[in-house]
């Protein structure tokens, strides 16, 4: 081999191997670009899991409060069915009872059917009744 074709094959193995070592740092470019793009997209998936997650919870409780709202209405509800039903008892009451203020029996006969104790409060009622009536008139 002729010095100059010495030459020319030193200067193609010398780009040779220089383009080897081009394409082996391309390699590991390569491979550290992967690396971390696979370490970015698993904390990608954990940041969209843990998304998720919160989404889940904020669905959950969201359920929770309008389940709690609709039974709070019904609770309300039947708080003033039970304050309507006690004012009409209580108006019943009075009616039967001669009112609030002034306090009579239906019937002169109950006299005789009424325990002693109850017969003393309604005299003492009776009493307060016509002291009532005394001071306004």
Known sequence: MSPSN???AQSTLVQSISGFNSL??????YRDDFTTNRLKMS???????ARSSV??????WKREVEEASRRERIVEQQRDEAVAKANSLQKELDDLTGGPFLHTLTRI???????????????EQLREDLDKIEKVS
């Open 6 to 8: 010495r030459m020319g």
């Open 109 to 123: 006969s109950e006299l005789e059917t009424l325990p002693l104790n109850k017969l003393k409060q309604l005299k």
């Open 24 to 29: 082996g740092s391309d390699i590991q470019r």
């Open 55 to 60: 989404y889940q919870t904020y669905e959950t």
């Open 43 to 49: 904390w990608e998936d954990g940041s969209i899991q």
